[in-house]
């Protein structure tokens, strides 16, 4: 089926193919800054830095770089949040042919001890307010370059943060081993690099982890045509991007959507990146009133708190050209509710929800901007291509039966670092000669090539044999009136197995009672099943969430299992 998928070219406005140039991801931003030398290549703290400077920090720091000691094929931890940088440093590593592995600024000092390990990094970069959780760990690594965001701001902003959240952090040793980053940048001129830009299109240029809430985290090497190509797709299908048009860089650069899609993408094709370092509703809402930008990505999350604040139920969004929504299940509920603002701010734009894994840098799938169907997550990107097959086999699905989802194309990873037995497990060439990436997660297409998304296979709740996805009955739930969000869980059952069990966080929390919990279970008879109603009900004052915006279903889970655990 997936060979004659009637989505290529949908209403003429997905192009079946791209070329993608061999070029590394960091001379893929330099020939845009030659092209367009005075555009502002990104905003932070209202201080803006052109292409032009901005290439000259990179060129500058990849020197420098090289003089502590890093040297081509080194991975490099980067521990950072959207800031000046955190851009700088992905692309001058690059530019000496090193691997930044960035990995969330909360990562406790055991988390960032596995990581390390995992990927074999003797250099960390950080910001120094994360810095006593390095210096915890000081013995794994040879250098710490540590850098300030209070050296990237104007005086106002500076004078402000030292006053408030600047006072909290507290001075760093500087040494041999721990460097200041402001000296190095400002420091005598390091002679320039032997061979700049010294790695190829199919080289290693990223490590991104994955995992790490829900099991052992893997480091997934991406290269440079993953990402370059990943940035490419997103430009023709969601721009295209012009020269000073800008995005919210709000999801994190530790994630491949927020580093492939809300910093390179905008960066290679001319545009703007408003660099945001904590997602706050009310800051966002200033930004887009101020700035009145034309892109967005975000997690569901993101958007459901953005529907849900006033300042930006008040603001103009007409200036939007593209609103995408990854890393986790779109309920038809959050979109509708966003939609709902974007129309009443005047904007003739939708929400556009897509679908990928960290495995394919992130998205592979989005939603066409002239059509929408509840519940499916789009149409392959140009050059990608999936299918649904029956687990743990080649053999394809019928329309809409359910199976695993597979993908295919110019973004599928290099594999697992150092793990070629897990690599092996999710990479295999098909009869049709094409490698395909099994991701393992449950889905369907219809007869017109749309897919949909039912579960992460890990999510799956048994009842009496029979298979539950969780979103489903979140799905109905969360159009009851009274729900903010909910989250479904499976708890055990003597004789079924597991049961569902919905987490909920109401609208107006003092309103939980009893009879709302029957009137809420009561409202899934005509839209589910009898077997996936939820068997119980527990109110809870705030949804726990990962470091992404996602739905914590795990903690949920943690929660159940300490209630039921035996005294």
């Known amino acids: 089926m997936y060979e004659n998928q009637p989505w290529l070219n949908h209403a003429g406005e997905t192009p079946k193919s791209l070329n993608y140039p061999d070029l590394s991801i960091y001379a893929m931003v330099k020939k845009s800054c030659e092209e367009e030398p005075d555009s502002a290549g990104f905003i932070f703290f209202d201080r803006k830095t052109t292409r032009a400077q901005m290439n000259s920090h990179i060129v500058n720091m990849s020197r420098k770089f090289a003089q502590a000691g890093i040297k081509k094929g080194d991975t490099v931890i980067v521990c950072l949040p959207n800031s000046p940088q955190a851009v700088v440093s992905f692309y001058a590593l690059n530019r000496l042919g090193a691997i930044p592995a960035p990995i969330h600024p909360l990562s406790a000092e055991g988390e960032i001890e596995t990581y390390t390990k995992l990927v074999s990094a003797k250099t960390a970069i950080a910001l120094d307010g994360f810095f ?3 210096a915890a760990i000081q013995s794994s690594f040879k250098k710490i370059i540590v850098c300030s965001l209070k050296t990237e701001m104007g005086f106002l902003t500076k004078t402000v943060f030292s006053l408030t959240a600047g006072r909290k952090i507290k001075k760093v040793p500087f040494s041999d081993k721990v460097l200041d980053w402001a000296e190095l940048e400002s420091g005598t001129e390091a002679p320039e690099l032997e061979a700049p830009d010294p790695i190829g299109a199919d080289e290693m240029a990223l490590i991104l982890f994955s995992g790490g809430s829900t099991a052992e985290p893997k480091a997934i090497m991406l290269s440079n045509r993953n990402c370059n190509a990943l940035a490419m797709q997103m430009n023709a299908l969601g721009g295209p991007i012009k020269t000073g048009e800008s995005m919210l860089s709000i999801l994190p650069v530790f994630h491949g959507f927020g580093l492939a899609v809300g910093i390179h993408a905008i960066l290679i094709n001319g545009g703007t990146c408003i660099l945001i370092p904590k997602f706050k509703a009310a800051t966002l809402s200033s930004l887009v ?9 975000g997690v569901p999350t993101l958007f459901d708190a953005l529907a849900a604040n006033e300042d930006f139920n008040k603001i103009r969004l007409d200036s939007f050209k593209g609103l995408f929504c990854g890393g986790d299940s779109l309920s038809p509920e959050i979109k509708k509710r966003f939609d709902v603002v974007l129309k009443k701010g005047g904007a003739s734009v939708s929400l556009r929800e897509g679908y990928g894994l960290t495995e394919s840098v992130t998205a592979c799938a989005i939603m066409p901007r002239s059509e929408y169907r509840e519940r499916a997550f789009g149409i392959p990107c140009p050059d990608n291509w999936l299918k649904v097959v029956k687990p743990g086999t080649e053999e394809e699905c019928m329309a809409m039966e359910d199976g695993e989802i597979c993908v295919s194309g110019p973004t599928v990873m290099l594999g697992y670092y150092n793990d070629p037995k897990a690599t092996a497990e999710v990479l295999k060439t ?19 090539g749309f897919f949909y998304f039912k579960q992460r296979s890990k999510r799956i709740i048994k009842t009496s044999g029979i298979a539950i996805y969780p979103s489903q009955v979140e799905d109905v739930l969360n159009k009851h009136p009274a729900v903010r969000l909910s989250c479904v869980i499976g708890v055990p059952h003597e004789s079924k197995g597991e049961v569902p069990k919905a987490y909920i966080m109401l609208k107006d929390r003092s309103l939980g009672s009893e009879n709302l919990k029957k009137e809420i279970i009561d409202s899934c008879e005509n839209q589910l099943m009898a077997y996936s109603h939820p068997r119980s009900i527990d109110f809870i004052q705030e949804m726990p969430m990962t470091r992404v915006g996602k739905v914590a279903f795990r903690e949920l889970e943690e929660l159940e299992r300490k209630k039921t655990k035996p005294a």
Do not use: E, N, V
């Open 132 to 134: 006593p959780r390095f």
């Open 289 to 297: 009133k101020k700035y009145r930008p034309h892109f967005m990505a």
């Open 430 to 448: 098909h009869k049709d000669g094409r490698l395909w990436l099994h991701t393992s997660d449950i889905g369907s297409m219809d007869k017109d």
